[in-house]
């Protein structure tokens, strides 16, 4: 698949998890009498696991091999989930506490920024493909 194809993708479940994110944090926050952190970081977990399902059904389905889905998961979590959970919150924590932004445009300000590195991540590692051993090309 040519990379701006599959860049496109990309945004389209990005766009659906921001959704997901955004109404979850909203709810989340409500739920924990107003806990932002707590309630962004359980968001961000239930948006993880949309886009890890959507990315390797949808965005990376190309990309199958002999891996199993749990593997590909862990990698997922490794890479997209870290960088999203630690830039999401730190920029949270930035964003609502000392420049005093609400938090849901604080949310989709960390979600844009981390972005295009989970695509670079999800691309180059969580959804690589498979190297052919004999001639260390895609396989």
């Known amino acids: 698949m040519n990379p701006l194809a599959r860049w496109l993708r990309f945004n389209l479940v990005g766009a659906m998890g921001m959704a997901l994110q955004l109404t979850a944090v909203f709810l989340f926050n ?11 970081a359980a968001a961000i977990e239930l948006t993880l696991l949309h886009n890890f399902v959507w990315h390797l059904r949808y965005t990376w389905r190309d990309r199958r091999d002999s891996s199993t889905v749990l593997t ?3 990698q997922f979590h490794l ?10 919150l730190l920029l949270m924590r930035l964003l609502v506490d000392r420049a005093h932004v609400p938090l849901i445009a604080s949310n989709c300000i960390a979600i844009i920024c981390c972005s295009t590195l989970n695509f670079c991540l ?18």
Request: proline residues 5%; aromatic residues 12%; contains cysteine.
């Open 30 to 40: 409500r739920w924990s009498g107003g806990h932002y952190l707590i309630a962004s």
């Open 72 to 74: 590909r998961l862990i």
């Open 79 to 88: 890479s997209n989930g870290l960088t999203s959970m630690l830039g999401n």
């Open 122 to 139: 999800g691309n180059w590692w969580a959804f690589a493909p498979k190297m052919c051993q004999a001639h260390g090309q895609p396989g």
